[in-house]
């Protein structure tokens, strides 16, 4: 991830998961923070104007109907291994606060909440805070300016009144990088 963000009309930087097409990854001042599409979207990197979270037929190797492997009719020899532990959720799944705050205006870095759109994480000298929007609204990580807790018909997927959650729009500024070796798993894996 770039050190710095980029001047509007960008503000971030974007990049494909590198495990997980339904996943994404923002960069923010040099740290990239794994980002969710809204259920039944996929990151699309290439849209124009994009990225966006799109549907999965038009995100290549992201397509649930191409190279579906044929059923097996025995058992696997591995078996799957127990958790050792169980997976944090809400807030407490956000790592990536900052150990400082930053500035003034900005004061606090947010995160929209991993399973609740009416809920954001709001990070204190590195610690997600869970906080909840005024009843009726929803958090907007994409307003401008904000984020801010707004009306949930301009939060994708979060609009009780939707069938289907639209695509979001995301600029980017740079491709794609192409492996050169092994990467960890997730938005870790950013290293531009």
Same mark, same amino acid.
């Given at each position: 991830c770039p050190a710095e963000n980029p001047p509007p009309p960008a503000w971030s930087t974007y990049f494909s998961h590198p495990s997980d097409c339904t996943k994404f990854c923002q960069c923010n001042w040099g740290v990239a923070i794994e980002q969710d599409c809204p259920a039944g979207l996929a990151f699309n990197i290439n849209a124009s104007p994009g990225p966006v979270c799109d549907w999965p037929r038009n995100v290549p190797g992201c397509n649930p109907d191409e190279n579906t492997p044929a059923p097996t009719h025995a058992p696997t020899t591995a078996p799957t291994p127990a958790p050792t532990e169980p997976a944090p959720v809400?807030?407490?799944?956000?790592?990536? &606060?900052?150990?400082?705050?930053?500035?003034?205006?900005?004061?606090?870095?947010?995160?929209?909440?991993?399973s609740d759109c009416t809920k954001f994480c709001q990070c204190n000298w590195g610690v997600a805070i869970e906080q909840d929007c005024p009843a009726g609204l929803a958090f907007n990580i994409n307003a401008s300016p904000g984020p801010? &807790?707004?009306?949930?018909?301009?939060?994708?997927?979060?609009?009780?009144?939707?069938?289907?959650?639209?695509p979001t729009h995301a600029p980017t500024t740079a491709p794609t990088p192409a492996p050169t070796e092994p990467a960890p798993v997730g938005c870790e894996s950013i290293t531009q």
């Open positions: 809400g807030c407490e799944s956000i790592t990536q &606060c900052p150990a400082e705050n930053p500035p003034p205006p900005a004061w606090s870095t947010y995160f929209s909440h991993p801010v &807790c707004d009306w949930p018909r301009n939060v994708p997927g979060c609009n009780p009144d939707e069938n289907t959650p639209a």
